[in-house]
């Protein structure tokens, strides 16, 4: 069976969208080159990577829930990069 893959793109930014399979990680192949985002502990503790997403993916797990409570409490849409679970097309654009 093939991987489904996945569209990254970066609303509102100079950089070509991506693609990865389903379930790859986006702090594994996200760099400042091909990127907007930037990340830091890219294991979900720091916010570097704070974002606001569209697209089908599961929810954030409580870890992620309580943090972009404190750093974006007004955005609904608001992610870790870091720890997005890929599994559909996504647009990104970056919070700060
Ligand atoms: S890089 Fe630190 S929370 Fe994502």
Redesign the pocket.
């Known amino acids: 069976m093939t991987k489904k893959s996945c569209k990254i793109q970066f609303i509102e930014s100079k950089y070509s969208s991506i693609e990865l399979t389903i379930d790859q990680k986006l702090?594994e192949h996200l760099t400042v080159e091909n990127s907007p985002i930037l990340?830091?502990?890219?294991?979900?503790?720091?916010?570097?990577?704070i974002v606001a997403v569209e697209g089908n993916i599961p929810p954030p797990s409580s870890e992620e829930k309580e943090l972009l409570e404190v750093l974006a409490p007004e955005n609904p849409k608001a992610r870790?990069?870091?720890?997005i679970q890929l599994t559909n097309d996504i647009q990104i654009t970056k919070i700060k």
């Open positions: 702090a990340f830091g502990c890219r294991t979900g503790i720091c916010g570097t990577c870790l990069a870091c720890q």
